[in-house]
């Protein structure tokens, strides 16, 4: 991918004054200084990814990296004064009159990846990972396809309770079967007619309930949980300085030059769930429920429904166990790097005979570094079970088929 650059220019202007007066008061002396303070920032990036948004709709990370320094200062008002001991003139000077002591420069950029930060951030995002890992267990998504699991239920319960009824209409054939031709007619037609308005339409309502289930489990869908930390890593120095002069004037002050670094780092991602089974076990179920309709007359309609039955069953069960996995993951660092003066204080002097004073805050540079980029993040899958899935203890099959077995012994006979 190509990258683009931009720079952006920022400037400061310190100004510094100063005045003489006389001991009579009249103005014997007026300076103006101007000391410009530059900054220029810029910012690399990659170029906007193209077809961002089918990125994001598969779950992947459509954040490009970039990079970029930035450049702040703060130069604040001051003053200072005093009254010479030979002529008792009055010398003051204001504006920004630490100049002398920061310069016009900025302090350099730490652009490198602080190895405390990141591995406290590391530590921080594990824990989190574990616990969502213990508690997380899915959202709308998820209730959705519980909600339609539900739909699935009512009649797939319903079969099996019919199912008992359609057996012993079997065995009733067995009953007639040395009867008359018209009585035998009859059952068939019963059995008939117990299929197509018992069983069958119980069938198609489960079709229906799996054709909703099919667009639930779409290939966008999914449940997302965002996951994040951080962690801060500071260190710092502290330069002292003797009889450096503040402004215009010979004004000798000591002062402290405080120089701290903060370095930051973070992880932002997502993670998704979806259920273990695909869209595609659906379609594995083997029979539907046309099937059933030539196996009626050869006397084996009970085969269809145990097919049926189970397949379904077993499918469904298998959307209980949910699987975890991570989306994307981001690494984000900020370094930041402020030189400040601080403690500013004026040497007494004799010349001034002890009228001096000096009245600054100090100033304030600042260097700021960012970087993105995409990450792995190495972890492993995790699976969970969905909570409130309908129970399907009720599917007795190995009864089901003990009775199907039953059936087909004695009509055999």
Known sequence: MSTITESFRKTWDQTSYAKTYSSSGVLTNNQTSVQTLVGTSQVTKEVARRRWRVLIAHGLSATTPLSGTKYDAECPFGDAGGVLTSTKDHKIMYGDIGRNLT?????????????????????????????????????????????????????????????????????????????????????????????????KPLADDVSDGLTALRKVLGPYKRDTKFIKASATDRSGSVTHKEGENVGLYVFPVSFDTVKTTVSTVKYYGELRA????????????????????????????????????????????????????????????????????????????????????????????????????????????????????????????????????????????
């Open 103 to 199: 310069g016009s420069s900025f302090p350099s950029p730490v652009t490198s990846l602080s190895s405390a930060a990141d591995n406290k951030a590391r530590s921080r995002l594990l824990s989190r990972y574990l616990e969502i890992r213990n508690t997380w267990r899915g959202g709308n998504f998820l209730a959705e396809i519980r909600e339609t699991i539900h739909m699935i239920k009512h009649p797939l319960d319903s079969i099996y309770r019919r199912s008992w009824d359609y057996v012993g209409k079997l065995n009733r054939l067995r009953n007639v079967s040395k009867q008359r031709d018209f009585d035998l007619l009859k059952h068939l037609s019963d059995l008939w007619l117990s299929y197509i308005f018992g069983i």
């Open 274 to 413: 979806r259920p273990s089974q695909t869209e595609a076990a659906i379609e594995q179920f083997g029979v539907t429920p046309f099937d059933a309709i030539p196996a009626v007359w050869e006397a084996v309609p009970f085969s269809f429904v145990v097919d049926y039955f189970a397949n379904v069953a077993e499918v469904l069960d298998g959307y209980r166990l949910c699987e975890a996995d991570c989306m994307w993951m981001n690494q984000g660092v900020r370094n930041i790097v402020t030189s400040k003066q601080a403690s500013v204080k004026l040497k007494p002097q004799a010349s001034y005979g002890g009228t001096d004073y000096v009245n600054y805050s100090g100033s304030r540079r600042e260097v700021r570094f960012v970087q993105r980029q995409g990450v792995e993040f190495p972890h492993p899958n995790f699976y969970f079970k969905m909570p409130g899935f309908p129970s399907l203890k009720w599917l007795n099959l190995t009864a089901l088929f003990e009775q199907y077995n039953y059936a087909m012994k004695h009509l055999k006979k």
